[in-house]
Structure formats: structure tokens, C-alpha cells
């Protein structure tokens, strides 16, 4: 069965450096999104993009966040500067239709910055 | 602003004991209600899409209902291996993303 697959399973970053976070979406799908969850939260949006564009950001992406889709099956998340704060689980996702179809996770990247 | 409430925040069972969760939104255009199953430290794993009022889906021990305020999700006979937290997401008009309610831990004792 087709999955999203996400590199590394975990990573710990100095306060201050730059990660890159790496996902597979499943080959047919033309929607993909990335998502966090802090220790103990909720599922939170970070980004979604569409045709090697962003199609929506929330209030986290700030500049500090970047998407990228540089061949046509990966599918990144770049923090420049990492926070403390930024310490969280990180999910990618893809849907095959349209935004409003069901979006298939990924197992996770742990990002625990230190 | 839109939002996603889930109740209770957690449910303890005996195996065998049916009940149900309960999602309820407040939203501007529901497009579509989602239903996601997460283990520990793992990513949410989809279970069922609903679009309209009225409908239903089943999956085994599980069932989803959609109706213009909330949805139920109603699990029957329950299993030790159902236990994990249960996680609801709306998609709305004009956005393209899913906004995740808090989810419901369930624990199924056998």
C-alpha cells in the first residue's frame, strides 16, 4: 500500500541551525502539506502547496519556514534558524484530488532543538 | 473563527463497552469531516470522510455520523487494539488545509 514516507524519524538541532526536513509523498498525489504537533497539542497547519506553489500559510510559517518540492517526488521543510520553540513532531501529508479529499500522513519527523 | 471541539478529552472503557466520541464544530462552510486514528509518536491514520448531513460510514467496530453541527464517532464491542487517540478535522470553503480538533484518548481495558 502506497504510504509518505518522512527522513529522518528524528533529529536534534542546536538552537540556531538550519534543518532540513524530507518527505516522499505518495506518487499519484498532487496536494501536499506540512503539519506540526507540539508534545501534548493538537495537530496544528503549518503550510499546503499545490503545482510548486504555496497555496496557504498560517501565522507559524513565518520567514523562517520555506517549502520546496525540488524533483518531482520529494517534498521539503527547511527551518533557517531554529527556536526552542520549534521543537515539536512534524507531519508530512498528501491528498490525490482536491484540498477538501482525504490527506494520507507520514510517520513524523521528532525535531527536538537543543 | 473556526473551530473544532472534541469530547470527552479522554475515555476509559472495559473491552466489549460501546460508546461513542463526539465532535463539534463552528465553522464558516464545512467542505468535508475527517476522522483519524494516532498511536504514540506516530502520524494520524485516516478512517473515514463524511461530506454531508445525514451521512454515514462504517469500518468494523467503527462508525461515523455527520449531522449540521457534529459528528459521532461510535465504536461497538471495543478491542484493547483500539486504543489510541481519535483525532476530528474539518476542511472548509476557501481554505486548503485541515483544522484538527484536540482529540479523544481512548484506553480499552481488556
Known amino acids: 500500500e502506497p504510504e509518505v514516507t518522512q527522513t529522518p524519524s528524528h533529529q536534534v538541532t542546536q538552537m540556531g541551525q538550519e534543518v532540513i526536513l524530507r518527505c516522499v509523498p505518495i506518487?499519484?498525489?498532487?496536494?501536499f502539506y506540512w503539519y506540526r504537533q507540539i508534545l501534548g497539542q493538537k495537530v496544528e497547519f503549518l503550510v499546503s502547496?499545490?503545482?510548486?506553489?504555496?497555496?496557504?500559510k498560517s501565522e507559524i510559517f513565518d520567514d523562517q519556514f520555506s517549502v520546496e518540492r525540488p524533483d518531482g517526488s520529494n517534498f521539503t521543510l527547511k527551518i533557517r534558524s531554529t527556536k526552542l520553540e520549534d521543537s515539536a513532531m512534524y507531519f508530512c501529508?498528501?491528498?490525490?484530488?482536491?484540498?477538501?479529499?482525504?490527506?494520507?500522513f507520514g510517520q513524523g519527523t521528532r525535531l527536538t532543538v537543543v | 473563527e473556526d473551530q473544532v471541539t472534541q469530547s470527552p478529552e479522554a475515555l476509559r472503557l472495559q473491552e466489549g463497552e460501546s460508546s461513542s466520541l463526539n465532535c463539534s464544530y463552528t465553522?464558516?462552510?464545512?467542505?468535508?469531516l475527517f476522522w483519524y486514528r494516532q498511536d504514540p509518536g506516530k502520524g494520524p491514520e485516516f478512517l473515514f470522510t463524511?461530506?454531508?448531513a445525514g451521512e454515514e460510514k462504517e469500518k468494523e467496530r467503527l462508525k461515523a455520523t455527520l449531522t449540521k453541527k457534529e459528528s459521532f464517532l461510535h465504536i461497538t464491542a471495543p478491542k484493547p487494539e483500539d486504543s489510541a487517540t481519535y483525532l476530528c478535522?474539518?476542511?472548509?470553503?476557501?481554505?486548503?488545509?485541515?483544522?484538527f480538533g484536540q482529540g479523544t484518548r481512548l484506553t480499552i481495558n481488556p
Open positions: 501529508a498528501s491528498s490525490r484530488l482536491s484540498w477538501n479529499t482525504e490527506a494520507f
Open positions: 506518487s499519484n498525489h498532487l496536494y
Open positions: 502547496f499545490y503545482n510548486n506553489e504555496i497555496s496557504e
Open positions: 465553522v464558516s462552510g464545512l467542505r468535508g
Open positions: 463524511l461530506y454531508s
Open positions: 478535522a474539518v476542511t472548509i470553503q476557501g481554505a486548503q488545509k485541515l483544522v
